[in-house]
């Protein structure tokens, strides 16, 4: 059983930047694979970036040399800062996580809501 539960969404100004965490919880051992996705209104879940255990990133086209992805493995804990926030990264973003076994990931966290003005 994985519980996964996100922080630090909020309002913020084009150009802006925020911090998102996210902490793990219960049997975790087989998650080779943390990240984030995003849902925005009238548009597909995108998934931003991933990360795995030994701290290999990877990252959608849309926010490469903006977001940067990052985990704690003794804090069960992952993080993404956003920096120079457009109006377009307006979403609902999720942590979410993978076993080996897993083709896509079936472990969701709560979401956090992120809204850029401007």
């Known amino acids: 059983q994985v519980q996964l539960v996100e922080s630090g969404g909020g309002l913020v100004q084009a150009g802006g930047s925020l911090s998102l965490s996210c902490t793990a919880s219960g049997i975790i051992f087989s998650i080779i694979s943390m990240g984030w996705y995003r849902q925005a209104p009238g548009k597909q879940r995108e998934l931003v970036a991933t990360v795995t255990s030994g701290g290999r990133d990877k990252y959608h086209d849309s926010v490469k040399g903006r977001f940067t992805i990052s985990r704690d493995n003794d804090k069960k804990m992952v993080y993404l800062q956003m920096n120079n926030l457009k109006r377009e990264d307006t979403a609902v973003y999720y942590c979410?996580?993978?076993?080996?076994?897993?083709?896509?990931?079936?472990?969701w966290g709560q979401g956090t809501q992120v809204t850029v003005s401007s």
């Open positions: 979410v996580g993978r076993r080996m076994k897993d083709s896509e990931f079936p472990y």
